[in-house]
């Protein structure tokens, strides 16, 4: 089967087209016919080796729409043909044909396999992060770092879906602060003094909670824009930055918590409770509830150039390949 490997971590042009074997389903595992794989930026990291080099030929993609193939032994509820989005915690989504544990793999309902495609890593984060990392309770107010991203797009509307009372963002350029406006956000500001503006926003109170994938000096920052007893997730670290050495005396001075969320360890760990974020974000995407933009569509081949955009910082909404779309 066609797929898109790496054999070497550096820039996009490592991801090479290459002939692979299809994949067999073994025990509790779902063989997909991948229609769209999403494009994420932590495959991007992936492949610059911000997880570690690979020490054999890699195929990476975390999330995929498409149609099931074949069923690994004692997998029930799903039957060959079935339209189904699924997590992918191992990768192997850049390719035609690729292997989903069942409990990470869903009937896409409503959704069309387009739409699915970007949905399973993307809605499942921003669910996690919202109700099990900051556990945000009606009322509350939430800032968003990356507010035009994949993941920050689908945060604003599950954080309104869960009765959050005001939503402000950050991004890193005017044109994206007027695209994130249609996900429902009140105000989305230019990262240069987000904290101030999110105080004066707030009438000097700040945010409950913070969602931080961006880290470096964002994420220092983002300890100025909480409220007594606010929180600051840290899932991600697009900026590339070192780690933070981080004092722990201001947590008590000034009523801090911070959280963090890392879907693979969720997988690992407490594989069930990743499954009921992902049920739960996922039917409100069928409700209509919340809307994954599709701003860009590139054929399996130009999975590179999907990468470079993404790199760059270019995308808006989610990104896709499509493959047997
Ligand atoms: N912890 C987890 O389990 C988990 C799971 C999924 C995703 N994530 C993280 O969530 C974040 C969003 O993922 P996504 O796939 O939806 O990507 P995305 O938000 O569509 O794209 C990444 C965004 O990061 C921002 N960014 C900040 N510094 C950057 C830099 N130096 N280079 C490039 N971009 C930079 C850019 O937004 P601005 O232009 O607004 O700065 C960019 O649009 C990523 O950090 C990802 O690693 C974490």
Same mark, same amino acid.
């Given at each position: ?24 389903? $073994?025990? $509790? ?19 610059? *080796? ?25 997998? *029930? ?14 990768? *192997? ?16 309902? +409503?959704?069309?396999?387009? +739409?699915?495609?970007?949905?399973? =890593? ?40 869960? $009765? ?8 890193? +350029?005017? !044109? ?44 220092? !920052? ?7 007893? $606010? ?89 896709? =390949?499509?493959?047997?779309?």
């Amino acid at each position: 089967m066609r797929a898109i490997g790496f054999q070497e971590t550096g820039g996009p042009e490592v991801l090479h087209l290459v002939d692979v074997p299809r994949p067999v389903p $073994g025990p $509790g595992e779902v063989l997909i016919e991948v229609a769209y794989a999403g494009v994420n930026y932590g495959e991007v990291q992936h492949r610059l *080796g911000d997880f570690g080099a690979p020490d054999t030929l890699t195929v990476t993609g975390l999330e995929a729409s498409g149609r099931v193939a074949a069923l690994g032994e004692g997998v *029930g509820g799903l039957a060959v043909g079935d339209p189904v989005a699924a997590y992918l915690p191992d990768g *192997g989504g850049y390719a035609e044909f690729a292997l989903a544990p069942a409990e990470f793999t869903f009937p896409v309902g +409503t959704l069309d396999l387009r +739409t699915a495609g970007g949905a399973a =890593l993307v809605l499942t984060t921003a669910y996690g992060v919202l109700d099990g990392a900051v556990r945000v309770r009606p009322g509350d107010t939430v800032l968003i770092h990356a507010a035009a991203g994949g993941v920050g797009s689908a945060a604003a509307q599950i954080a309104r879906a869960l $009765g959050v009372k005001a939503v402000y963002g950050t991004v890193s +350029t005017p !044109e994206k602060a007027e695209y994130a406006l249609r996900f429902g956000y009140d105000e989305v500001f230019l990262r240069e003094g987000f904290a101030e503006a999110v105080r004066t926003a707030t009438g000097g109170r700040g945010v409950d909670a913070v969602l931080d994938p961006v880290g470096g000096p964002t994420r220092l !920052e983002s300890f100025e824009a909480l409220a007594p007893f $606010g929180r600051v997730a840290v899932y991600g670290e697009a900026g590339r930055h070192p780690d933070l050495t981080l004092p722990v005396l201001p947590v008590w001075k000034n009523n801090r918590t911070l959280t963090g969320y890392n879907i693979g360890d969720l997988s690992r760990r407490d594989p069930h409770l990743l499954r009921t974020h992902a049920r739960a974000a996922l039917e409100l995407a069928a409700a209509g509830s919340v809307s994954i933009d599709i701003s860009a569509v590139h054929p399996l081949h130009d999975a590179a150039e999907a990468h470079r955009a993404m790199q760059a910082g270019e995308v808006r909404g989610k990104s896709l =390949l499509e493959i047997g779309g």
